[in-house]
């Protein structure tokens, strides 16, 4: 059974930093895209950054500049380091591995931004 937990997440103040971390217990991790995606309230899960398994990432135009996604595959896990962050920031944010047999999801983490 696939799982990715997520960890990091809390309260931080505009302009403050915040990294993720997601661990998956998948063992073809290393050839899997991984992503971070974040749901704000109200509104639709959207990607924020992806990172394929040769290290190639891209970012919502939002986050560009101030966040960056990395993985070490060594230790199965992806991470999200978020800089500058902003009240529009705030959400729950997931992890994702698209492998092969499919997508998988983990269960989230708060993040809260306040201004």
């Known amino acids: 059974q696939v799982q990715l937990v997520e960890s990091g997440g809390g309260l931080v103040q505009a302009g403050g930093s915040l990294r993720l971390s997601c661990v998956g217990s998948?063992?073809?991790?290393?050839?899997?895209?991984m992503g971070w995606y974040r749901q704000a309230p109200g509104k639709q899960r959207e990607v924020v950054a992806t990172?394929?398994?040769?290290?190639?990432?891209n970012y919502a135009d939002s986050v560009t500049g101030r966040f960056t996604i990395s993985r070490d595959n060594a230790k199965n896990t992806v991470y999200l380091q978020m800089n500058s962050m902003k009240p529009e920031d705030t959400g729950i944010y997931y992890c994702?591995?698209?492998?092969?047999?499919?997508?998988?999801w983990g269960q989230g983490t708060q993040v809260t931004v306040s201004s």
């Open positions: 994702k591995a698209n492998t092969i047999f499919g997508n998988y």
């Open positions: 990172i394929t398994s040769g290290s190639i990432t």
């Open positions: 998948l063992s073809w991790f290393s050839s899997s895209t």
